[in-house]
């Protein structure tokens, strides 16, 4: 079997058919703008948690399907979060269970 | 790290897509530019993205090509380029004469 090893990731589109592209502006939900603040402060703090490029990175390791899906801030804390656990920032277990506690508070209030 | 490019240089751009972070757009792999100037030193993102934050500088490069090169069925005009921030280790040494 013949392998093409100068093969394009699926994230790396420039020059590809875009269509017609409307230039407007986003309006950026509160938990977006969390994630972008979330992503300068891992960053910049000394030593940093995690490196910018770590985040490219883990957002190009998204199978195409899921990475057409995703909004842009879904890419992001998709990658932040596998970047804190592979840093050793936070354990799958700690975020479990932080998971759980916000779960449950969310149907608490929903009622 | 003294570059190993100056400006006016003619350059290739290494083909290949290696597993990993790669910040050279695939669609100036395999092509030919000149050097439009040295861009400073910084570390490799390459390994930036695996968590490696202490490894060397490296030359970076801003690579002036021609659009025609770059998009064979390039409309617009034969002067019209397209400049390109590229690492030293992805660039090769290109003979200004062949294409």
Known sequence: ?111 | MIPLFQTGNAVRVRKGSPPGHIRTPFYVRGCKGVIERVAGEYRNPEELAFGRFDTPVVPLYRVRFQQQEVWPDYQGSPQDSLDVEIFEFWLEPANPEKT
């Open chain 1, 1 to 111: 079997m013949e392998r093409d090893l100068t093969s394009r990731s699926h994230h790396d589109m420039g020059g590809l058919e875009a269509g017609h592209i409307k230039p407007v502006e986003h309006n950026y939900e509160l938990w977006e703008k969390n994630v972008d603040a979330l992503l300068v402060l891992l960053t910049s703090m000394s030593p940093k948690l995690m490196s910018v490029d770590q985040l490219r990175k883990g957002i190009e390791s998204l199978p195409p399907d899921a990475y057409e899906k995703m909004s842009y801030y879904e890419r992001w804390i998709f990658s932040i979060t596998q970047a804190l656990q592979y840093n050793g920032v936070l354990t799958t277990k700690e975020l479990s269970r932080k998971l759980e506690e916000v779960q449950s508070r969310y149907e608490t209030e929903k009622v």
